[in-house]
């Protein structure tokens, strides 16, 4: 037989004495069995302008919030490190993010010249900018790429849109030394294009080498031009 609970009250009882004991009652039936969630923080994103960049280049990154605005002004810290490692090779860049904050990228860390070519990683940390409480830890938000280019094609022009069979063919290539230091001894070389991966064309791969121009030096940062 189901126990029955009843509620007796005296007609002069006021109706919130007995709805309050009701309201007790229920509590302590739903509670033990309930575990109750905090809301989640605004879930905050964060992105670099470009996917990798060569030593010298300047790193952007932007904080995205999944929310419209968050509705308090927050400070986020970031440090870069590489990847695999504890050891921060860059810290101390703050963000605004939240209420008032500038939704464009700003400068996280320029990549010295002599940084290692790899993965880098980011990792946020989300504080309160009066007391600097710690609100949210956030490891390996985002990450990107290191390169070491030294040499860039700036541009590669012919001197006519259609040619002929035996027809001679101008060439005019612009070169750029994207280094620090002088380069000297350059070769630049032409050759038909070749698949590797297709079997017929596996063993012609670095034949056919026409060389344009040798003996290219470029001082630091200078831009070259070749001739054919």
């Known amino acids: 037989m189901r126990d029955r609970i009843k509620f007796t009250a005296s007609r002069k009882a006021p109706l919130a004495t007995w709805l309050a004991t009701?309201?007790?009652?229920?509590?302590?039936?739903w509670a033990p069995n309930r575990v109750l969630i905090a809301a989640p923080q605004a879930s905050l994103q964060a992105v670099t302008d470009r996917?990798?960049?060569?030593?010298?280049?300047?790193?952007?990154?932007?904080v995205i919030s999944e929310q419209q605005s968050l509705q308090t002004q927050q400070h986020c810290l970031f440090t870069v490190r590489f990847a695999g490692e504890e050891k921060p090779v860059a810290s101390g860049s703050v963000f605004g993010c939240g209420a008032g904050?500038?939704?464009?990228?700003?400068?996280?860390?320029?990549?010295?010249?002599?940084?290692?070519?790899g993965r880098y990683e980011v990792d946020m940390r989300v504080q309160d900018p009066r007391s600097q409480r710690v609100i949210q830890e956030m490891p390996r938000i985002c990450s990107f790429?290191?390169?070491?280019?030294?040499?860039?094609?700036?541009?590669?022009?012919?001197?006519?849109?259609?040619y002929s069979s035996g027809d001679t063919i101008a060439c005019r290539v612009k070169i750029a030394?994207?280094?620090?230091?002088?380069?000297?001894?350059?070769?630049?070389?032409?050759?038909?294009?070749?698949?590797?991966?297709?079997?017929q064309q596996r063993t012609r791969v670095g034949t056919d080498i026409e060389n344009l121009q040798s003996g290219i030096i470029l001082k630091p940062h200078q831009i070259g031009r070749a001739h054919v």
């Not at 009701?22 to 039936?29: D, I, V």
């Not at 904050?101 to 070519?117: C, Q």
């Not at 790429?145 to 259609?162: F, K, L, N």
């Open 101 to 117: 904050s500038s939704p464009d990228y700003h400068l996280l860390w320029k990549a010295p010249l002599d940084a290692r070519a």
């Open 145 to 162: 790429v290191v390169h070491r280019q030294v040499i860039q094609i700036v541009s590669a022009e012919v001197a006519e849109p259609y």
């Open 51 to 62: 996917l990798t960049y060569n030593v010298g280049d300047s790193v952007r990154l932007k």
């Open 22 to 29: 009701f309201l007790a009652l229920a509590w302590s039936a």
């Open 177 to 199: 030394n994207l280094s620090g230091q002088t380069l000297s001894g350059l070769r630049l070389e032409f050759s038909l294009r070749y698949w590797p991966w297709i079997a």
